[in-house]
């Protein structure tokens, strides 16, 4: 059986509008808030709980972030990546009625999990793997390997759509048939 599997960010979802409000919850230029927010966000997205990674950012660009502040950056930060990208989601949905089995594999935190689990795209999947959930983020060896058992699949039997190079070249090295992800006509002429 061929795995047909995407990441979420920048693939199924198009990127977060929500940057310039963190920012302004914040009270910081916008440059300096998206410095500290992806500059700490390989820890997020490996599980770090959320006041830890919201004092992160904060102690990047001199802020001070208490559980309350960090529970409403929380939201606005899950809600700002729940834009799906209308051409990425038909693809999903020809793909699940043409019978081809999907999972997807996010490096996402934990909130952003639990949210996107209910999103009507997701009801395509048979399996959802988020890098909060297990620790781990792409591109380690390990995620793939948690993905290729979650599957009960061969890694040679998955190919993986992600926007991001060295994603691509970690599937591709544990095994996977990584493809850089340019749009859902370029996933229709691969697949």
Known sequence: MRWVVFDYGEVISRPTGALPELAGLLG??????ERGYWTARDDYDRGQPDLEYWRAVGAAVGAEVDEELARL???VDVRGWLLPDPGAVELIEELATAGVPLALLSNAPVP???VAEREPWAGHFRHLVFSGDLGVAKPDPRIFAALAQRLGADPAD????DDRQ???DGANAAGLRGV????SSHARTVL
């Open 112 to 114: 952003f999990a639990r």
């Open 158 to 161: 998955c190919v993986f759509f």
């Open 28 to 33: 910081v230029p916008l440059a300096d808030f």
């Open 73 to 75: 950056l929380t939201d």
């Open 180 to 183: 850089l992800w340019s749009g």
């Open 166 to 168: 060295v994603n691509v």
